[in-house]
Every structure is written in C-alpha cells, then in structure tokens.
C-alpha cells in the first residue's frame, strides 16, 4: 500500500473518530439539565382552532429575561401577573399553589354567623316565594366579597402561563381572563375553588338552591385564547362530601371552565375535565346577544370529559366546533346530558367517543335549551355509530333538534377515527403529559 493511502485511510480514520467523539460529546450536552428546553416559549400551531384566526395565539413566546418569572406561591403568582403591564410575560408555576391557606374565618365580616344565617332563613320561618335579605345576607354577601379579592388572579394580554413538570397547578384560586388578548395557559390541574359562603336561594326551583360563585378558570370579553393540556377536577372536595342544608346539597363548587360575555377565538385541547357538575359553559345569559352574537366561536377538541353531570359545554350564541373529545360517564355518575343546545347557537359536533353506562340512552347526549341547529355527524357511543340528533329525537320527540349548524370548521390540523379517540385522549390529554 502506498503512504498517499495509507494517509488517506488515517485522515479518515480520525476523522470519523473525532466525529463519533464530538455527537457523544453533543449527545451528552443535550440530555444535561442546562440544555433542557424551558417551557412557555411555545405557540398555538397554525390553523389550530378559532384561536389560530387573525393573527394566531402565542401568548408570553416573546418575553424577555426581565418577565420570565418561576412563581412556587399563591402571591407570587399574583405579583408576577400584575407586574409592568403590558409586557409580554412567561409565568411558569412550580408545585401546587394554595389560594386558600388562610382558611375560610379570614374571609368572615365581623357579625356573620352561619348557624343564624340558617336559622334566618330556614323555609319554614322565611318561606320559599322570596329571595333571601337582611343583617345576615348582608354580612354573607360581605364575606364572600372578601374571598372573592383573595382567590381571584386576573391575567393580562401576551401571557403564558405554564407548569413546571408533571405536577404544577393552583387548587382553590379562580384564574380571571378577563378583557385580555394573546393568552396561553398549559400544564397546570385547577382543583375546583371552595366558596366558603354560597347563597341560599328559596325561589330557585321547586324546593330552592345553594348557589356558589368561582370558576376554576373564566375567560370573559377576551380573545386569542389557547387552553391547553390542563387538568380541571373537584379534587378532594366533590360533591359528594359536600353536606346538605334544607334538604339541598350545599353547593360550594361553580363550573371548572366558563367562556362567556363576548369572548371570541378560543381554543381547549387536550385537557380533562373531571368529576363535576356543570362543567363548562359557553355564553352565560339568554339575554347577552348584543356582546355574545358573531363572538363565542370556540374550539373543543381531544379532551376528556371525565364523570362530568352536564354542559361539556352548554352553548348559546357561539360556532362551536367539538370534535375528537372522549366523554365517560361511570356507572355512578349523575349523569344529565353532554352537549346542550342553547339560543342561537351554532354547534358542530363531530368524530366525538361517548361512553355511557347501561341503562343511559344515547338520546340523552344532546339537551335541547333553545330552538337552534346543530351538525352531529361521525360519533360513536359505546363503540358504534350513532346518529346523536336521531336518537335524540327518537327519545324526546317533543323537543326535536334541528339538523345542520350552517357552516363548516376549516380550523383544524388533524382529524382522528373516533375508534381511536378514547386510546388517544386517555393517554395524553390532561396535566403532566406535554410532550
């Protein structure tokens, strides 16, 4: 061999050895703690629901050093927030942020008794045809102001909120989306808010209601919003531990989800909803057409509506486009409906997984509020085709639905069989699973 060749060969033998050398190097830089990407800096995907409209949804993506904030606290959360507004900022919580700590007495006016409250105002000495007043309804009314300011955290425009790891959320405070635009909030378990002080109302339905306040999250008159792998449950507290007064479950849960009163161009994705009540609604009143008409479009797709009661989601106004979600109910749940129908909306509900225990008709999917259309093509209940506005009015042939919602969503990146939604949904939806 001559040396040219022989040169040859050993330039590319050490080549290839400083090569192999150098992507091990790489290899172990990148897999180090200090290489790890940081979370917050990612946007909605193109074309990823109505949030993805004019001009997409990035959220904090271009906060600086100055407003990129680690929050382990409940006020730490609170500050960061409310710091420099309107800059762009990132939030990232770490562990589990308790709004509460303080316990329900630090919210109480001076003079509410709720022994007297109840005594006040049990039906029999006050009635059923009246709505509740006086000292103690004032001083409850007080007191629930108070919790109120402590449990509440408002989020501005151009903001990331994110958690940290697997096991990042707020249990007990109500995060307020209130007149923002550009907000992303991802990885986070919201446990439902307790209101220590709900309200005794005799004239709400036949033998009166307990009625509380606090969502887990709102989004109010705001747009540009994407909701993303989240956790929303009751946590330690469901209702079924909660006592009963008069006869009524002491209600001290509100919904885990609201969009209401002009909000527009929301997307959820791959979160679950669990172990509640009225669980999600879209529009809050009957009567808000003048904010809510052209607005309240909403995208819902591949979540988990877990053992929820109703509304996932009840609508009225919006185009809702729901579609890839799994919904289960178990044999104990209280099951009312999934999808309601509310007043002049809009809702398309397709390539959906509805799985429901014996004895629950599918017909009992969608709940008719107010006359409107709805398009309901492509779901499966307990694992078989299932033409939902048939069943329904097969079932509830005086409050037949509509067919056909009057328009068709463009906005999506991708489309399952629904066959393979409940594998998909049950493996990566929720808090603790972004990849």
Request: with cysteine; proline share 6%; glycine share 10%.
């Amino acid at each position: 061999m001559t040396s040219a060749r022989r040169g040859s060969r050993t330039r590319r033998t050490t080549a290839l050895a400083l090569t192999t050398t150098a992507c091990a190097l790489l290899a172990l830089t990148a897999t180090g703690p200090a290489q790890a990407a940081p979370p917050g800096r990612d946007v909605l995907p193109p074309r990823d629901g109505w949030a993805s409209a004019t001009g997409g949804t990035t959220g904090g993506a271009r906060a600086d050093a100055a407003h990129t904030y680690t929050v382990t606290t409940w006020d730490e959360l609170r500050s960061a927030l409310a710091d420099d507004p309107g800059a762009p900022r990132i939030v990232r919580i770490k562990g589990t942020l308790d709004a509460t700590t303080a316990g329900c007495a630090a919210y109480e006016a001076d003079g509410y008794d709720f022994a007297r409250y109840l005594a006040d105002y049990d039906p029999a000495v006050w009635g059923r045809d009246r709505p509740v007043s006086g000292p103690q309804e004032d001083l409850r009314a007080a007191s629930q102001r108070r919790q109120a300011a402590a449990v509440k955290a408002y989020v501005p425009s151009h903001t990331t909120l994110v958690g940290v790891g697997e096991h990042a959320g707020i249990t007990g405070g109500s995060l307020q989306i209130e007149g923002a635009d550009n907000v992303v909030v991802r990885n986070l378990t919201m446990e439902s808010p307790l209101d220590c002080f709900p309200q005794w109302d005799p004239t709400d339905g036949a033998t009166g209601a307990w009625n509380s306040e606090y969502d887990s999250m709102v989004v109010t008159g705001s747009s540009h919003v994407w909701l993303d792998h989240n956790t929303f449950t009751d946590g330690a507290h469901p209702d079924s531990a909660l006592p009963s007064y008069y006869g009524e479950v002491y209600q001290q849960h509100d919904g885990e989800l609201d969009v209401v009163r002009g909000a527009d161009l929301v997307t959820v994705s791959w979160n679950v909803f669990a172990d509640h009540d009225k669980t999600l609604m879209i529009g809050n009143s009957d009567s808000a057409g003048a904010t809510d008409r052209g607005k309240l479009r909403v995208t819902l797709h591949h979540n988990l509506f877990r053992d929820v009661t109703e509304r996932a989601p009840r609508v009225r106004f919006g185009k809702v486009d729901a579609y890839n979600n799994h919904y289960v109910a178990g044999p104990g749940t209280a099951y009312a409906y999934s999808l309601g129908i509310g007043i002049e909306s809009r809702l398309v509900a397709e390539k959906n997984a509805f799985t429901l225990p014996s004895g629950i008709g599918a017909g009992r999917v969608l709940k008719k509020w107010k006359e409107a259309p709805v398009t309901a093509a492509g779901n499966r209940v307990n694992g078989r085709p299932a033409d939902l506005i048939a069943l329904h009015n097969a079932e509830f042939p005086a409050e037949p639905l509509q067919s056909g919602a009057g328009w068709t969503p463009t906005l999506r990146t991708r489309v399952d069989d629904p066959r393979a939604v409940p594998g998909l949904v049950g493996h990566r939806a929720g808090a603790g699973r972004l990849r």
